[in-house]
């Protein structure tokens, strides 16, 4: 047992971690001690040394605590046109009190619910921050969305972190949707104040059959903000899940989603968009599994990176021997618009069916001259020009979000950083 | 109008202009001709700004001003007008916002108010007539997909929208069937008046039909190299180059 006690920065969370949630936690904190924090030489964490990161910035490794949200507070930080209902956080943890009652929908916090198989769909091997979520987390919300249930008007989960002291903030979501519906989740995060903090996420989805579940991030916290995020979700038969995910700021963030296609004629989209500047560093670790055939996925990511900003790209597809007729489509391109930005992109295929239908392509370059000049021998300044062509590249992904005034917002974010209106 | 004394430029250095001389006046249509590869869009390019280009000697003075030191949309908001031989495709960028971006800022520089919504689309409508294009293309996003003769007839429509002073035609009959050849020829002749000036390059005699010059060039490697009216287009188109090309080399060895 001795290679199970081994310490580090976390040893004490995980000494003081809750007790509810007995089997849960004891198997995720033998994987975490197994796993422990990534090396430097990680192959998954190859180009993102969060644990480095980690040692230099935070300096209390405890749980943040709740703070006090008022009504004010929401009300002026949900974007405008937002037409929903919103589930109010702070610091990870849910605010009843504050949040919507929604009609026909199960919230509850995840302490009222501890027979629930917690880790069964983001496993904790899979990755120790996931592990490390499991074994520690304060608490998390429960939210459950009955059979044939069309839930018209988006779910905001906005939470509100404050962690002055460079604490630790372990978001736990679970989420089901019941067969036969579809649902649509936005979730953002409002840092209150500038301080480093460590936020590390964990969102679970079980979806029913013939269930569509849309689930859109935008992650524009503060700039010194480090993040890891597992995002996991299981898709079944008929069903699609459409993951649309906007980074604007912040430190180190990692983004881990898994989608893992688990049903015939399941579907899963994975689009995303990373704007980065100053020394952002982003890191979108995305994973679809097709297990079964008859089975489609459809990636699309795109990067603009100025300043010294860095991104990190690796998509998995891993088509199983039984996933024949599997179609599986994956994109990255990425536009550096200063010679101190950088990008990491990696596909990564494993395909061990034969009857199958996959691409991939990624691409690194500096924006079309050609289209900058003849923009600007209309008499279009150069700046405007270049926003205007970087706001096309930028579309492709944004139009995939179906929520209008969500899609409106985030557009309006991203004019705002490429310096123009249009 | 446009006064191009002794231009030189080169693109990675290689020498393609090679000591060009041009006066255009208002109210004057000069074309200008010459075989494949003798720097007719490079002269094009020279002058609306492209930056790759590097000129390494002469002057070039718009309504007199230093044409050269002006950036790429100065020289667009002065007046100097482009209709590229090959028109990019832009995805993402739709036409109108493009349009309206660029009608506003060109008049933001001529001190004029910005057009308001309703004001733009007036304006489209009438120009759209004139050009007679099709507003299904317009609601595309900027050239993409569009054909060889709906490209060129976009960059007709972009001139009427933009009201140059001096326009530089490259090509635009190229591509073009008949009925384009004759709505883009009267588009440009409606835009014409005594106080712009036009620029035709072409390899066709037959769109001087449509569009009249005052004057003819003949540009072959990097000058012009022959100069004269409407008549020196029909001797090219009867006897080709060579008759020039055989002029100049030989001079060059003497
Ligand atoms: N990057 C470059 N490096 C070297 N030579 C170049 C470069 N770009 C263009 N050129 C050359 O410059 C010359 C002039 O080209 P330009 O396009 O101006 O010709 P043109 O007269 O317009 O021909 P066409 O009638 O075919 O349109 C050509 O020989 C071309 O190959
Ligand atoms: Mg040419």
Known sequence: MSTLTKQDSFSSLIEAAPKNFESVRTLAKVSYLAQGLPAVKAEEYKFTNISKKLEQKITDFSPALPFAVTAEHVKSAVYEGFDGDILVFANGNFLPELSAKIEGIEVSLLSEKSELALGSIAKPGKDAFAALNQATFQDGIFISVPKKAQVEKPILLLSFDQANGGQLIQPRVWIEVGDLSEVTFIDQSISLGESSYFVNEVVEVKGGVSSHVHYYRIQNEGKNVIEVSTIEADIQKDSTFNSVNISLSGDMVRNNLNLNLVGSNSEGNMYGIYLLNGKTHVDNHTNVDHTIPHAESNELYKGILADQSRGVFNGKIFVRQDAQKTNAFQQNNNILLSEDATVNTKPQLEIWADDVKCSHGCTVGQLDEEALFYLQARGIDKLQAKGLLLHAFAGEVLEKIKTESFREYCDSLIQERLGSKF | ?254
């Open chain 2, 1 to 254: 109008m446009l006064s191009i004394k002794n231009l030189h430029a080169s693109i990675e250095g290689n020498e393609i202009l090679r000591g060009i001389n041009l006066e255009v006046k208002a109210g004057e249509i000069h074309a200008i001709m010459g075989p494949n590869g003798s720097g007719k869009s490079t002269l094009a390019s020279v002058l609306a700004g492209r930056e790759e280009y590097e000129v390494t000697e002469g002057e070039v003075t718009f309504k007199g001003k230093d044409l050269l030191d002006l950036a790429p949309e100065d020289r667009a908001r002065e007046g100097v007008f482009l209709a590229f031989q090959y028109p990019v495709e832009i995805p993402g960028v739709s036409s109108t916002n493009f349009l309206r971006t660029a009608v506003n800022q060109v008049r933001e520089y001529r001190g004029l108010e910005p057009l308001d919504a309703v004001k733009f689309l007036t304006l489209m409508k009438e120009k759209m007539k004139l050009v007679e294009i099709d507003q299904k293309l317009l609601s595309r996003s900027l050239n993409e997909g569009f054909s060889g003769g709906e490209k060129k007839r976009n960059e007709i429509f972009q001139m009427a929208m933009l009201e140059p002073t001096l326009s530089i035609l490259d090509e635009t009959d190229s591509g073009l069937d008949i009925d384009a050849l004759r709505i883009v020829s009267n588009g440009v002749n409606q835009l014409k008046s005594e106080k712009t000036a036009t620029i035709v390059v072409t390899h066709y005699q037959r769109l001087l039909d449509y569009i009249v010059p005052d004057f003819v060039h003949v540009l072959y490697k990097g000058r012009i190299v022959k100069s004269g009216t409407k008549e020196l287009a029909m001797e090219l188109e009867e006897k080709g180059y060579d008759w020039i090309k055989e002029e100049v080399d030989s001079q060059a060895t003497v």
